[in-house]
């Protein structure tokens, strides 16, 4: 059984409106072992939620972003199901001084996504979905739509320093769209191409719950997404994970067969 999705949206919102904003230009950081910052805002957001949801779920275990390794390894290995957490995605742009970053929670069962939110609290946009029945942007249904642009012609989003530098290049000197943009918020980023802002989309190697959440928002929105091995993106494992997107089944195609071949 999938839980009811609106106390969970509460309780993202929540906590990340008290947790994250009023930390906004306020805090520093720590680097990570792997390079990546961490807030006060992450920490403070992560422990909130994991006991919100302990509250709501108890039977539920729960991984997060901010767990040691070898916990998220277990727990994803030996959980029929299981919460998945990105406290605050978008870290460098927080500790920067963006406006780019957000909350997200997706819930495994049995090895899909069947729950996820994703939560970007300085826009007050509340993305979610429940596998089989839809999603929302603010409980209003999204709907991914054809855009009417040719590949050529397109606003791209591409994470440039996690792609092979054979793709990269063959990216930079010869783009197959009109313009590029880098969020630096994975969560954001499949959350928009599922509101059909961008055309297309790329990413060298996402972590689990980066992707999470986006992959059900997207798949029921009725976008287009898969590797660049032409898989299908989401699997419950710790391998990072590449990603193609579009909510426009013609560029996904174009765009996708255009990176096939340079890759």
Known sequence: MIPNRKPIEDLIKQVAIEE????????????????????????????RIQKGLAALHPEIPFLSEEMPAEQ???????SEQLWCLDPLDGTSNFAAGLPLFATSLALFQKGEVV?????DPVRDEMFS???GNGAWLNNKPLQCKPSGFALK???????????????????????????????????????????????IYL??????????????????????ACTLESETVFRPAMTPRSVIISPDKELFD??????????
């Open 20 to 47: 994250i904003l009023p930390r906004f230009n306020k805090t520093g950081y720590q680097i990570k072992n792997d390079g990546s910052l961490l807030t006060e805002a992450d920490l403070a957001t992560d422990k």
């Open 72 to 78: 998220q390894k277990t727990l994803v290995k030996d």
């Open 115 to 119: 729950l996820a939110c994703t939560y």
């Open 129 to 131: 979905a429940i596998k």
């Open 153 to 199: 012609q397109c606003t791209a989003i591409v994470d440039f320093k996690r792609l092979s530098p054979k793709l990269a290049q063959s990216i930079l000197q010869d783009p197959p769209f009109k313009s590029q943009r880098n969020l630096g918020s994975c969560v954001i980023e499949w959350a928009w191409m599922a509101a059909n802002r961008g055309h």
């Open 203 to 224: 990413h060298g190697g996402m972590k689990l719950w980066d992707l999470a959440a986006g992959t059900l928002i997207l798949e029921e929105a009725g976008g287009y």
């Open 254 to 263: 174009a765009w996708k067969n255009y990176l096939i071949a340079h890759s």
